[in-house]
């Protein structure tokens, strides 16, 4: 069953539309990727998912109903989630920052789920009581990352997890990702770290805003497009 799907959606920043007539479904429990050069897109069309900018064409339905007219928090509340480039507030601990996460929780009930997060992430664990400032680059990733996993989002929209990590991080995001897909997570991740592309079941490639290629991870791993766009080739 698709859970998320775009139908000509079109986007921007006032009077300059962005994102032209993007077709895009995803389904549960799947992972799918947006691939896209720097200014393709594909923050723009998260934030328009998640309603930081109107959707100005088009609509936007998630789990069968239109929600590109609702407000942000009613996006969240119906279960949408988005890791934005920064993701943690450094000057909040790591506990505060997850609890922040499940704000609509009980505590009893964000207690219950950070232990299983800190497991997951025990160089957290180990941290819990200090300031995000006081976490590597890496770590904090993984702060962003427990943080938005704690509210167990029905789809949780990812841009760019790999954004000024080290390789040796970003393997270890690409790790952490592939345990929360094996719960049954449903994700959509915009990213230029062609790592990704093992995660993800379908992928879309964006230019200038537009769709220009999409197709399964073979498809994607085996074009001459992404090809092109990736390596140059
Ligand atoms: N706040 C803004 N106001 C006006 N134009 C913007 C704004 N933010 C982004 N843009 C423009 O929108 C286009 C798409 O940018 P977007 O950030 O969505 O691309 P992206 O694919 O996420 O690239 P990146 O990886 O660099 O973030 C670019 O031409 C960019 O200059």
Request: net charge neutral; hydrophobic share 40%.
């Amino acid at each position: 069953m698709s859970r998320l799907i775009l139908k000509d959606v079109e986007s921007g920043y006032g009077p300059m539309q962005i994102l032209w007539g993007i077709d895009l479904t995803v389904n549960e429990s799947e992972t799918v990727i947006l691939l896209g050069a720097n200014s393709a897109g594909k923050t723009t069309l998260l934030r328009t998912i998640i309603g930081l900018l109107p959707c100005t064409g088009g609509s936007i339905l998630f789990e069968g109903e239109p929600i590109h007219n609702l407000p942000p928090d009613q996006r969240i509340r119906r279960g949408i989630a988005y890791m934005s480039e920064l993701g943690v507030f450094p000057g909040l601990t790591i506990e505060e920052n997850i609890r922040l996460g499940g704000y609509f929780l009980s505590g009893a009930e964000v207690r219950r789920r950070s232990t299983r997060l800190y497991e997951l992430f025990p160089a957290l664990a180990n941290k819990r009581r200090e300031q995000a400032a006081s976490l590597s680059g890496g770590q904090r990733k993984m702060l962003g990352i427990a943080k938005v996993l704690v509210s167990e989002p029905k789809l949780l929209l990812m841009d760019e997890p790999s954004s000024g990590l080290a390789p040796v991080f970003v393997k270890q995001v690409v790790d952490v990702l592939k345990y929360a897909i094996t719960g049954g997570m449903t994700l959509l991740i915009a990213e230029q770290n062609i790592a990704f592309l093992s995660l993800a079941d379908r992928g879309y490639l964006l230019e200038g805003g537009q769709v220009k290629h999409s197709g399964t991870r073979a498809e994607l791993e085996s074009s001459d497009v992404v090809r092109e766009a990736y390596f140059g080739l």
